[in-house]
């Protein structure tokens, strides 16, 4: 009996070993078997189970929208359902009726019941949802709710004006106005207010200026500043009001000859042009009373680009303060502001989608100006067709227009001519960052090209907003109550 059972085992294990071998069943190779459908056929079986495909999720402007395959599939077995924030994607695929009449050598098709449940984001609009069915593809849109848009982005808009916590206040506030140099020309730019228009574009022109005090040549020479100066004028100001002047067919060679032909605007002196130009108030910062957190404040919180230093007795201007000069003296002093600086867009509020208001490539350079006028704004980004920032009209190209007819010929000429003409300005440039870059980045970004403005884009590169010197400032001072007196109780 013992030999018997030797016998046996050994026949077992000789066979095993041989098929083995045969099969070469390693576990990094795997073996090759021949497919016969009749012989396969006692051991084919019914594959049931979920047969929707891969879903794509994509989002525009006005929609979210839901892709997928279903593959044999009508509307009508599609079934979506919203709930609270949750979209159901269900259906039934069935069975072939007369499948059991039929001899099937393989079955590889998937029927039954599935179900695919999405979180909804915030701001979709649950009552207005649509699925489409169609030569297998599944098309689910859900409306974005549009109001739930516009208080986002007046959410967003309201958390970038906010101000700092006045920790820093006591730092600037001990800094005097004496730490400024005095202009790099040497010259303060003044306009007369019996000046023309005309001529007030030739003198900011000249000096490369975007702006000047307006003196009311009727004041004696003596007269305190609050009667002194009547604002600021805004070349830009200027240059849009003769634009509007003049008409697409009047376009001449040159930009200044035509404008001395337009008898309205040559004659047209500032101190009467105040009712139609941009003129900002004249609001001015003692030399000796002064500090640097009232320049701050003027320039952060109430939007003045440039404030003027006077000395008194006498109001007479010693310096004019950039927003620019502030921006640069904090990127001189990042160390000491570490506790703002090194906080990133999103934590100041400044990372999160926007107003923005952006102008095409393909659109007219006058279109450009004109939005920067209607919203008193300093600049465009300029998008491509994909919505990618390609560049930057802004108000330094105003200026531009006026010492080169070349330019002005281009006003109506698509911007992107308009760029390639000028591809080497800096003017035309628009520099970018994330949301999750640090302040003390963007303050270097900003000192380092010289730009008054730097656009935040998503992964693709599309500008979610803008992020200018203003909002940069405002963010490391706090206004106390009260700190201007009568100025600005509005």
Known sequence: ???????????????????????????????????DPVTSMQNAGHRSGPFMGPVDICETDDAYI?????????????????????????????????RSKRHYHRMERSFGKFCR???????????HVSAVCEHGVLTVTVVKDKE???????????????????????????????????????????????????????????????????????????????DKYL?????????????DSLKPDEISDDFTSQAEKIEAFQNTTIK?????????????????????????????????????????????????????ALVQTLSANLKRFKGVASKTLLELGLGEQGTLFTVGIDEPLRSAFEKIKARDISAVPVIDEDGKICGNISARDARLIVSSSKIYKLLDMPIKTYL?????????????????DKLQTIISQLVRSRIHRIYVVDDHGCPLRVVSLRNVLKKFVQEPEGYFGHYFSY
């Not at 449940?117 to 009552?127: H, K, N, Q, W, Y």
């Not at 070349?235 to 003769?242: A, K, P, Q, R």
């Not at 108030?281 to 109430?302: A, Q, S, W």
């Open 1 to 35: 009996f013992f030999c018997f059972f030797f016998f046996l085992f050994f026949c077992f294990f000789f066979s095993t070993h041989n098929l083995r071998k045969k099969y070469n069943t390693d576990k990094n190779t795997m073996p090759f078997f021949k497919y």
């Open 420 to 436: 390639d003409v000028v591809t080497e300005g800096v003017e035309q440039s628009a520099i970018t960052c994330k949301p999750g």
């Open 66 to 98: 839901f892709v997928t395959d279903c593959p044999g599939l009508a509307s009508k077995d599609v079934h979506v359902r919203v709930t609270d924030d949750l979209l159901q994607l269900s259906g039934e695929r069935k069975e072939d009726a007369d």
């Open 231 to 243: 604002g600021m004028i805004d070349m830009v100001g200027i240059v849009f009001h003769m634009l």
């Open 117 to 127: 449940t999405f979180r909804l984001p915030s701001g979709a609009d649950l009552d």
């Open 148 to 226: 739930f848009q516009k208080k986002k982005l007046t959410l967003a808009d309201a958390a970038a004006e906010q101000e700092g916590d006045g920790l820093l206040n006591p730092e600037f506030e001990s800094v005097p106005m004496s730490i400024f140099p005095t202009p790099a020309l040497g010259k303060i730019v003044i306009i007369d207010s019996d000046m023309s228009l005309l001529d007030a574009v030739k003198v900011l022109s000249e000096f490369h200026v975007l702006s000047a005090p307006v003196r009311d040549n009727s004041q004696p020479e003596d007269a305190p500043w609050t």
């Open 272 to 324: 009467d042009a105040i009712s139609f130009v941009r003129f900002g108030p004249f609001i001015p910062v003692d030399l000796d009373r002064g500090n640097l957190l009232d320049c701050m404040l003027l320039c952060g919180h109430h939007g003045f680009r440039r404030v003027p230093i006077v000395k008194t007795p006498g109001g007479d201007i010693v310096n004019i303060i950039t927003q620019s």
